[in-house]
């Protein structure tokens, strides 16, 4: 059964009685060869994850990014092609096709599709680009779906002879899917690096009578330290502004140090944002033995 809701085979369609070639030419846009959406649209990872898979016949595997998306990924970009895999075929504009092999239980169902699991999944991306981009998609991907390290090391003992595997390995030894935005990320990264003690993500503070007054980015409740960070819309709403200057104030009371940071900190200045750290970590108690300050030198900041 065709459905003209989701990305759909225009020949079917024709052939089923439901469009007319004059109205699939109207109503509809083309994709890849014969797939349509309506004209409206919008063309997020996860819609051109369905249209590569219809444009394969329904016989592929969903994989890397559009997998990710399909697991209920949320930070990836809309501009990067569908990825599929397939043992054959000829390589088709927009979509990356992979030729690896999957076994059977690295693939799942997806609302009737055949996707990587969020182990297979998670195996592919982290093996891609940099350590950094690596630790993202992976954090973002355990945040989606739960994803057990347990899991992915089971792939990695599969297949250890793969590229990217020791990216892969360092990768999973710093992911943490609490983080729930790529800068988070990016910001727990400059932490662990810097050489000061893991923070703990997400962390629920309590008032007296067990009432949530906030949810922390990354912290460390023992010495009731944390780092936020803060999105445009943390500068730009000023009802946001005003409900954070309420959340903070009430932190402050509580005997929290709070630290906020922002994308032109992390990108400019991120020696600066590892000092306040690691001031408020000493005001607060916490020793550290590791030359922080000597690594992160503001006079090094790059």
């Known amino acids: 059964m065709v459905d003209l809701e989701e990305p759909f085979r225009g020949s079917a369609a024709i052939a089923a009685g439901l469009v007319s070639r004059r109205s699939l030419h109207r109503n509809y846009r083309a994709i890849y060869r014969d797939v349509y959406v309506p004209r409206d649209q919008e063309l997020t990872p996860a819609v051109k994850a369905k249209a590569a ?12 990014l559009s ?11 809309d501009r990067h092609p569908a990825e599929l895999m397939r043992r054959n075929g000829k390589p088709v504009n927009g979509i990356l096709i992979h030729r690896d092999e999957l076994d059977p239980d690295e693939i799942c169902d997806v609302g009737g599709i055949a996707v990587t699991t969020a182990a ?39 297949r250890r002879g793969a590229r990217g595997i020791v990216q892969l390995r360092q990768a999973l030894d710093l992911t943490d899917p609490g983080a729930e935005s790529p800068q988070e990320s990016r910001t727990r990264l400059l932490i662990v690096r810097s050489g000061l003690p893991i923070p703990t993500t997400q962390i629920k503070v309590l008032d007296e009578f067990g009432h949530l007054i906030a949810r922390l ?40 140090r709070i630290i906020r940071v922002n994308s032109q900190l992390l990108r400019n200045a ?18 550290i033995e590791w030359p922080v300050r000597a690594r992160f030198s503001l006079k090094h900041v790059s």
């Open 270 to 287: 991120p020696g600066l944002v590892v000092e306040r750290a690691v001031t408020a970590l000493g005001a607060a108690g916490c020793r």
């Open 67 to 77: 997998a990710a998306a399909l697991l209920g990924c949320r930070w990836i970009d």
């Open 120 to 158: 297979r999944t998670a195996f592919d991306l982290g093996r891609r680009g940099n350590l950094e981009e690596a630790v993202i998609l992976l954090d973002a991907l355990g945040n989606a779906t739960g994803l057990s390290d347990a899991d992915v090391r089971a792939v990695v003992d599969r």
């Open 53 to 64: 898979w219809a444009w394969s016949d329904k016989t592929a595997t969903v994989a890397g």
């Open 217 to 256: 980015d990354m912290g460390w409740p023992q010495w009731r330290v944390a780092v936020e960070f803060d999105g445009a819309q943390h500068w730009l709403d000023p009802a946001q502004r005003t409900r954070d200057i309420n959340r903070f104030a009430e932190l402050e009371e509580c005997g929290w």
